[in-house]
């Protein structure tokens, strides 16, 4: 198994740890797409990021430890799937994904996580 795959189940892992807590937010947050392009998962990673870090504000603990895994270099090694160098100027900014509920960030980001692990175990 590689250190991204693991890095990433790890990641899965804490997510699960406070999906309930951030679902239970009456929140409206920039949302990534559900079928984003493989070039723009690191954009999209660092959009759930950043929007972790500023709508939801975390404090607690293990939201703290979720937040600071996607930061992780092995982590974003582990979502950028893209061989081009400037495709990824193609991506969508974080300001421009519509608006979703907390429950529909947080399983889209459980997504995005799910597919990245998928792809990392068939290569």
């Known amino acids: 198994m590689t250190l991204e795959r693991r890095k990433l189940i790890e990641v899965l892992r804490q997510l699960a740890d406070v999906k309930d807590s951030l679902q239970q ?31 939801f504000n975390v ?28 495709s990824a100027a193609a991506c969508s900014t974080c300001d421009s994904h519509p608006k979703a509920t907390a ?12 597919r990245a692990i998928s792809r990392l175990s068939v290569s």
């Open 25 to 55: 937010r009456e929140l409206l947050v920039n949302t990534p797409p559900q079928n984003i392009e493989d070039c723009c998962c690191l954009s999209a990673l660092r959009c759930f990021r950043a929007s972790l870090h500023v709508q």
């Open 59 to 86: 404090t607690e603990r293990k939201q703290d430890k979720l937040y600071r895994s996607l930061k992780h270099p092995i982590t974003e090694r582990g979502l950028d799937s893209c061989k081009s160098l400037n």
């Open 103 to 114: 429950r529909e960030f947080v399983n889209r980001l459980e997504s995005l996580i799910q």
